[in-house]
């Protein structure tokens, strides 16, 4: 009965997962094709978490979004 409850459990998360992944990325596609682009970019995924009111998760996705382009700035320093 636990298992069942368990795997019952986890079929619930998933869903609740994929639904705020889509909520947040339609509105950020909806703020991508507002400024004329087709694809979604960072900034528009944060952006959406904004205006969707998701302020908790904001600013920890923020945080890793930063050292994800510091990464990528370094890495083309490197190149250079």
């Known amino acids: 009965h636990a298992v069942q ?6 079929r619930d998360c998933l869903g609740v ?3 705020f992944l889509l909520f947040v990325t339609s509105e950020a596609q ?4 507002e400024k004329k682009r087709s694809t979604i970019q960072g900034e ?5 978490m904004q205006k969707l009111g998701f302020d908790e ?11 994800y382009l510091d990464g990528v ?8």
């Open 57 to 67: 998760y904001y600013s920890t996705t923020n945080w890793f979004y930063q050292r």
């Open 5 to 10: 409850n368990f795997k019952r459990s986890q």
């Open 30 to 33: 909806s703020l991508a094709t």
């Open 44 to 48: 528009d995924i944060l952006l959406a």
């Open 17 to 19: 997962r994929q639904e």
């Open 73 to 80: 700035i370094a890495a083309r320093q490197q190149e250079n």
